[in-house]
């Protein structure tokens, strides 16, 4: 499974941006994808996790600000980030989950978010 990531860039704060992460190869069609982030000097964190089913979990960090969705047909998922802080600067990487084959996890290559104060 490959996965490319886009969207990140340059915001002031209060803004909004939106990534958007593709997934493509070998698709399960029961599968995670969901976006983490990883700020200078900090452990990567999760941000936003949306199932196949469409069951999501949002960071208490991000709920309010934070909206994840996907489309499973493109099997893109996006993360729509409005309100933005300089604290949510960071490395988001997208990452990608099955159950398949006992389970197996694919990370994107990450896209900078770098919010201004």
């Known amino acids: 499974v490959q996965l490319q990531a886009s969207g990140g860039g340059l915001v002031q704060a209060g803004g909004s941006l939106r990534l958007s992460c593709a997934a493509s190869?070998?698709?399960?069609?029961?599968?995670?994808m969901g976006w983490y982030r990883q700020a200078p000097g900090k452990q990567r964190e999760s941000v936003a996790v949306i199932t196949s089913g469409g069951s999501i979990n949002t960071a208490d960090s991000v709920k309010g600000r934070f909206i994840i969705s996907r489309d499973n047909a493109k099997n893109t998922v996006y993360l729509q980030m409005n309100s933005l802080k300089p604290e949510d600067t960071a490395v988001y990487y997208c990452n990608y989950f099955t159950p398949r084959g006992g389970g197996s996890v694919y990370w994107g290559q990450g896209t900078l978010v770098t919010v201004s104060s």
């Open positions: 190869g070998n698709i399960f069609s029961v599968n995670a």
